[in-house]
């Protein structure tokens, strides 16, 4: 079955950085669907960034121009650099994917998840 495996959490100050890796097995991240998720404290899962197969990307207008996604198809894995980290940041971030070329960027989108990475900011 499809394994997702994220890693790179942590804690860091407001203004600082840090570089999340979901490393997928079972699952070629070049040709379907791959994006990152986050959920905090009573509040529903939200879209971060999502990439797909032609390397298009969308972010959430809170993240733009401070985070960036990408795709490592030799690893078979993508990666997310958060820059400018805010408190409103903190949160357990989700690596997701999905078969197939039609991306969406809802969580309902996405059939496979990892268990997700803790990030603090504060």
């Known amino acids: 079955h499809v394994q997702l495996v994220e890693s790179g959490g942590g804690s860091v100050q407001p203004g600082g950085s840090l570089t999340l890796s979901c490393a997928a097995s079972?699952?070629?991240?070049?040709?379907?669907?791959m994006g990152w998720f986050r959920q905090s404290a009573g509040k529903e899962r939200e879209p971060v960034a999502t990439?797909?197969?032609?390397?298009?990307?969308t972010y959430a207008n809170s993240v733009k121009g401070r985070f960036t996604i990408s795709r490592d198809n030799s690893k078979n894995t993508i990666h997310l650099q958060m820059d400018s980290l805010r408190p409103e940041d903190s949160a357990v971030y989700y690596c997701?994917?999905?078969?197939?070329?039609?991306?969406?960027?809802?969580?309902?989108?996405?059939?496979?998840w990892g268990v997700g990475t803790q990030v603090t900011v504060s």
């Open positions: 997701a994917a999905e078969l197939g070329s039609l991306c969406g960027s809802t969580p309902v989108a996405y059939s496979y």
């Open positions: 079972r699952f070629t991240a070049s040709t379907g669907c």
């Open positions: 990439i797909d197969s032609d390397y298009s990307t």
